[in-house]
């Protein structure tokens, strides 16, 4: 098991740093903590729950993200397996951006599942002395009666955010020539004169007004 995050094309996610720290130091006050007390440690049992939380900070890219203080919607079951609690379930939440084509401000919702197995601290440091798991890879752990659920539910929004967020799929972007919104505009072209054609109108429209000028006279 892995838990840092695949490269992001468009920019790095960024609350990650902090999170590696956090998965040592766990506040059981923390929304994105839950308890396993009343779940118990006999494998079998399962408990299912709902938690509306605020996201701590912002979710996503540089292109795309789930704003500090916006709410994530966490579906949530919990289950008692022989080497730890399996944690599945789903977080809804709305991130916001501006498309990849046109700069238009975007809304995208975004439903996105995980599913994680939080270890009992003995049994990881069976995997250890076993050689099941290596020193370098991580385990999310169960800590006391909690499982810091923080790090699971970021990976999962970062990865359902869409990497090229565009207004509508068929968003025609920006004019080449002048940056205008080809969406506002449809009929939007320019005249592409080639440069000797432009002299010679040029020359002719001059030659007009000498005309003008000699039947004034
Ligand atoms: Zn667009
Ligand atoms: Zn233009």
């Known amino acids: 098991m892995t838990f840092g995050l695949p490269a992001h094309p468009l920019g790095r996610p960024f609350p990650i740093a902090s999170l590696r720290g956090a998965m040592n130091r766990l506040d059981p006050r923390s929304p994105m903590v839950f308890s ?3 779940l118990g440690r006999r494998p079998g049992t399962m408990q299912e729950l709902t938690r509306r939380i605020e996201a701590p900070e912002a979710i996503g890219t540089d292109v795309i993200a789930v704003p500090a203080g916006s709410p ?3 579906g949530l079951r919990l289950e008692s397996v022989l080497e730890g ?3 599945t379930g789903e977080v809804r939440a709305t991130a ?5 084509r046109c700069l238009e401000p975007v809304t995208a919702s975004v ?7 939080f270890v009992h601290p003995e049994r990881v440091a069976h995997h250890r002395k076993t050689g099941a798991v290596d020193e370098q890879t991580e385990e999310y752990e169960v800590q006391g009666d909690h499982i810091d659920l923080e790090p699971v539910l970021v990976d999962a929004v970062v990865l359902a955010l869409p990497f090229q967020p565009v207004c509508r799929p068929d968003c025609p972007g920006l004019c080449s020539e002048c ?3 080809l969406a506002d505009d449809p009929g939007h072209h320019h005249e592409l004169l080639d440069p000797r054609w432009s ?7 001059s030659a007009d007004a000498d ?3 000699e039947k004034r006279n």
């Open 36 to 38: 396993t007390l009343e």
């Open 72 to 74: 994530l919607e966490v």
């Open 85 to 87: 609690v399996l944690a």
């Open 96 to 100: 916001t951006g501006s498309c990849v």
């Open 111 to 117: 439903t996105a599942p995980f599913q994680e197995l």
């Open 179 to 181: 940056g205008a919104r």
């Open 199 to 205: 002299q010679l109108t040029a020359l002719s429209s």
């Open 211 to 213: 005309h003008t000028q």
